[in-house]
């Protein structure tokens, strides 16, 4: 079967008009095609019927193969390289802090603050690099303050993850990166076990399940996880949605009037920005997808923003819409096992920044308002967001 979008590669380029590809492929009757990616060829998951079932397929198509790949060298053995007793035991020694109840007390307790706090160092009038200034550090000293870690440490962590993310790119960065990320958690890790205190990192270490106990190691790679699973794909995502509310005057009109319907406008920035474009898996074994043969020992991407847009599953499926029945089949956040253990978090997180962001910020706008919008493929967002506003009102 012939490459199609030969032009670009899914894996490198940062695709603007991603989705109106994507709409041309569904209008030619595709579902399974053929594309460049990283060099190689793999198979793009368009429709949201085979998505859906993809995820849920993980005793026949797990996910692990793929992590094992493209994270685990410099990762370690995540939950995500796990699979069957072992994948469960461990998703249960580590979700104590992410189920709903947990998030709805931390959003009080730390989010609020944390995002008061970082509106608070913005300049009283003018603008800024919205990114820059907030949605990129917002979800990151979430998590290290979920885990107890030194606000100070803050800008060395960032850039021995921002290492970690040079795999497969540049592996030797990588793998300095993981090993320097072990040599500041050893310590802490020994001393948490020793003293446990009211965070994550305490959690992790005194944990257990069916007799089972997380090792050090098994505590090192969920914290190497949980920094690009949680605030990087967060702060896309932020950035997409702060974008999407801007440029549109009578959405940010409706939002700043009636506070209520911004549960419903993280829930569309969600299923229509998404930072998980797509989702790299891995056949082991050749399969049949909605009539088309994908080889063994091949890339499979699930279309998640594909999915999400799907008219046979979203009326209007490209329109930001206030009024749209909650019924969860967005695939934002995965499915099956692997189901994303941080979603509560994120939407949180979301709720929490664009309602302190619009409320706080007298003015807000784009400085441009051609911005061009959210970038990329399999990590997709807005990475840069000048804005101006007249004035920083006090927190509540």
Known sequence: MQLLCEDVDFGLDPLPD????????????????????????????????????????EEELPAAPAYRRHSEPAQGKTLLCMEGDEHRVNRLLVSGAFHPGAVREAVERSLVPLANELIDTLPPGGGADLVAAFSRRYPFKVITGMLGLPVADEPLLQQWL????????????AIEARAAITDYLAPVVAERRARPRNDLLSLLATA??????????????????????GADTTYLTMGSLLWAVLRDPALHRRLLREPALRDAAVAEGLRLYGAVCLQPRYTERAITLAGVTVPANSVLLYGNACANRDPEVFEEPDAFRLDRPVRHREVTFGGGPHFCLGSHLARA????????LLDRLEGLALADPRHPGPEGAVLRGVRTLPVTWKAVKSAP
């Open 208 to 229: 257990e399940v069916e007799g089972r106990t997380l090792s050090d190691e098994e505590i090192y790679a969920f914290v190497r996880l949980i920094f690009p699973a």
């Open 349 to 356: 997180e979301l709720r929490t920044a664009l309602g302190l």
């Open 162 to 173: 921002d290492g970690l993310f040079q795999f497969p790119w540049n592996p030797q960065r």
């Open 18 to 57: 991603f989705h109106r590809r994507m709409a041309a492929l569904r209008e030619a009757g595709h579902r399974v095609v053929p594309v460049r990616y990283l060099g190689e060829t793999a198979w793009l998951v368009l429709r949201h019927a085979e998505v859906a079932g993809l995820y849920r397929s």
